[in-house]
T-cell receptor
Framework: GAGVSQSPSNKVTEKGKDVELRCDPISGHTALYWYRQSLGQGLEFLIYFQGNSAPDKSGLPSDRFSAERTGGSVSTLTIQRTQQEDSAVYLC?????????????FGPGTRLTVT | ELKVEQNPLFLSMQEGKNYTIYCNYSTTSDRLYWYRQDPGKSLESLFV???NGAVKQEGRLMASLDTKARLSTLHITAAVHDLSATYFCAVDRERLWEVSNYQLIWGAGTKLIIKP
């Protein structure tokens, strides 16, 4: 079946430009997560959506970062006025609800390079 | 503070050897997950451990969970080059029968290099 998809797979942008990253979770998964992974590093939690509840934005590094999830499905992560330190791989994951197992399923990631 | 610590963070080993990666955590969780990440790739789920004493095996990898010690191990038997990757463990904040807020606490990852 279809897994988590992300687009674009690679994005190169100039410093100061805005970018939008898209995540399409597995159908029926109510929880959606965004993470950031810098080269050779672990996962940095950014934001989490669960159903119709208010998102947990506690991991967003600055007010230049925002995310929304429309219709409980597709999510967009927006980075305004990009900086070079924003260069990283942005990973999206989703989880099904109602199970004891809250395994996260990851998308392929978007590699963002800010020049 | 909720923490997950992996040990070691980097491991270089020869093919054919055995080794163990450790994952210590500070919560009272009994849900633990192991993931694998190949260079330049995303994370792939390896094992889901849902109770004290749980043991899962896949090929040359075996994972176990001791919730009393708050410790999970990932054991590699007779390592082969194809197992070279970064391995992450992650722990749920909540106990098995409690409502989860669906968030995991992640370890920093163990980079494993297996030399032919």
């Amino acid at each position: 079946g279809a897994g988590v998809s992300q687009s674009p797979s690679n994005k190169v942008t100039e410093k100061g430009k805005d970018v939008e990253l898209r995540c399409d979770p597995i159908s029926g998964h109510t929880a959606l997560y965004w993470y950031r992974q810098s080269l050779g590093q672990g996962l940095e939690f950014l934001i989490y959506f669960q159903g119709n509840s208010a998102p947990d934005k506690s991991g967003l590094p600055s007010d230049r970062f925002s995310a929304e999830r429309t219709g409980g499905s597709v999510s967009t992560l927006t980075i305004q006025r990009t900086q070079q330190e924003d260069s990283a791989v942005y990973l999206c994951a989703s989880t099904a609800r109602g199970l004891l197992n809250y395994e996260q399923y990851f998308g392929p990631g978007t590699r963002l390079t800010v020049t | 503070e909720l923490k997950v610590e992996q040990n070691p963070l980097f491991l270089s080993m020869q093919e054919g050897k055995n080794y163990t990666i450790y994952c210590n955590y500070s919560t009272t969780s009994d849900r633990l997950y192991w993931y694998r990440q190949d260079p330049g790739k995303s994370l792939e789920s390896l094992f889901v451990l849902l109770s004290n004493g749980a043991v899962k095996q896949e090929g040359r990898l075996m994972a176990s969970l001791d919730t009393k010690a708050r410790l999970s191990t990932l054991h590699i038997t007779a390592a082969v080059h194809d197992l070279s990757a970064t391995y992450f463990c992650a722990v749920d904040r909540e106990r098995l029968w409690e409502v989860s807020n669906y968030q995991l606490i992640w370890g920093a990852g163990t980079k494993l290099i297996i030399k032919p």
